[in-house]
């Protein structure tokens, strides 16, 4: 059986990532989201074990230790981490994996697993990106421009990552992805 294939997908905060992969996983077969632990709280919509598995610090800690975590990094004050033994069980069964995570962890992913292929999601402007933040309203005033504030040097990154996809017009965008997840693109 062939490996399946390990897809890291970034980009600022409201951009549509989470949108895009809904759609994908609805069109292409073998192909899932690994489920990240987080010491954020949970917000509306947020389904234990299916969107993350919330862990207090004291948990969060004690995966680094274990080195249960594939990657991890700490975005606006709360850690975000892969647990590795999902990702390489899917891996190992066929299953390709998508990696929804920050572009900190994409980095260590990219130097971990260099046959990893990086999907950078780009808003077309930052007022949009502002606007979709705001439009989904699942996090604070404070929260929101922090992650805005934080969209700039995510932005900068862009060029590490093997594909930029602008998320404009969302059909577009999930039509380009499509083509890199079924590998019709490369
Ligand atoms: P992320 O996972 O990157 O944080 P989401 O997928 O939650 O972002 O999308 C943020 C908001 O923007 C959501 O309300 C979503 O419905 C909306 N959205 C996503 N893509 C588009 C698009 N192409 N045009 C307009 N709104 C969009
Ligand atoms: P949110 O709080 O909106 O769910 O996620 C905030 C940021 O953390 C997003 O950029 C998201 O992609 C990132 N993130 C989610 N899971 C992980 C993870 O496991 N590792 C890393 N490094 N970032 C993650």
């Known amino acids: 059986m062939n490996k399946g294939k390990l897809f890291v997908v970034s980009g600022p905060s409201g951009v549509g990532k989470g949108t895009i992969c809904s759609k994908i996983l609805e069109r292409v077969p073998n192909l899932k989201v690994s489920v990240s632990a987080t010491t954020r709280a949970p917000r509306t919509g947020d389904v234990e074990g299916e969107t993350y598995f919330f862990k207090s610090q004291e948990h969060f800690d004690a995966m680094i230790e274990n080195e249960e975590l594939l990657e991890w990094a700490t975005y606006n004050g709360n850690r975000y981490g892969t647990p590795i033994w999902a990702v390489n069980d899917m891996l190992e069964n066929g299953i390709s994996v998508i990696l929804e995570i920050d572009t900190q962890g994409a980095l260590q992913v990219k130097e971990k697993m260099p046959e990893s292929i990086l999907i950078f999601i780009a808003p077309p402007t930052f007022d ?29 990154l862009q060029s590490e990552y093997h594909h930029v996809v602008i998320n404009d017009d969302l059909d577009t965008a999930v039509d380009e992805a499509e083509k890199l997840f079924r590998g019709l693109k490369t």
């Open 128 to 156: 949009e990106l502002a606007a979709r933040l705001k439009g989904r309203a699942t996090e604070s005033e404070e929260e929101i421009a922090r992650r805005i504030a934080a969209a700039e040097g995510e932005m900068a």
